[in-house]
Nanobody
């Protein structure tokens, strides 16, 4: 059974940092592109960052220079390091896996940036 288990969300002040983790199981992690999405209340879900099976990365413009996506294939885990957080980063963050067969989603983890 495919599972994506996210952790690391929380409440942080503007300018602070958080590191999100997504532990994956039930599929061939090393062959799969991984990504992080976020969704704020009343807004559409948006792609934040993605990393391919060979390590190429993508970031949406609003997080470039602040966020870093990475993966550890030995641990079947993808990370999102978030620095210099802004209130507009507040959202539920979702881990996603893209495989040949299907796309999978984690349960989401809340990130709140507020003073």
């Amino acid at each position: 059974q495919v599972q994506l288990v996210e952790s690391g969300g929380g409440f942080v002040q503007p300018g602070g940092s958080l590191r999100l983790s997504c532990a994956a199981s039930g599929f061939t992690f090393s062959y799969s592109a991984m990504s992080w999405y976020r969704q704020a209340p009343g807004k559409e879900r948006e792609l934040v960052a993605a990393i391919s099976s060979v390590g190429s990365t993508y970031y949406t413009d609003s997080v470039k220079g602040r966020f870093t996506i990475s993966r550890d294939n030995a641990k079947n885990t993808v990370y999102l390091q978030m620095n210099s957080l802004k209130p507009e980063d507040t959202a539920v963050y979702y881990c996603s896996a893209r495989t040949t067969r299907s796309n999978y989603w984690g349960q989401g983890t809340q990130v709140t940036v507020s003073s």
